[in-house]
């Protein structure tokens, strides 16, 4: 699971559709209380911008016309634990994955 936080225009629809669904993951992994150590240390989700993600996902994905049917569960974290993304790795690393990505983020 990863939260990309690149500008959602800049992202094709197969990994918009997939962080959407990672957004989900996360709340199911926060409200079944299991540890989230491992994206933390491997900067991968910011806890405190879940929700604000997840509505950018989901208005990108109105905007392409694609059906949006599943609300963001709600969820509760400890402050302490609130996480980082290194938006440049992760713009390179999309980069590196997916060809339609590249040429939107370039």
């Given at each position: 699971m990863r939260m990309w936080g690149v500008p959602v225009e800049n992202m094709c629809n197969k990994h918009l559709l997939g962080e959407h669904v990672e957004m989900h993951?996360?709340?199911?992994?926060?409200?079944?209380?299991?540890?989230?150590?491992?994206?933390?240390k491997n900067k991968l989700v910011v806890i405190s911008e879940i929700k604000?993600?997840?509505n950018d996902?989901?208005?990108?994905?109105i905007r392409r016309g694609i059906n949006h049917k599943s609300?963001?569960?709600e969820f509760k974290w400890n402050k302490l634990e609130m996480g980082e993304i290194d938006i440049e790795e992760n713009k390179k690393e999309l980069k590196r994955r997916c060809e339609e990505c590249r040429i939107k983020l370039e």
């Open positions: 993951m996360f709340v199911g992994t926060i409200n079944k209380n299991k540890k989230m150590d491992g994206y933390f604000k993600r997840h996902l989901r208005n990108e994905m609300e963001l569960p």
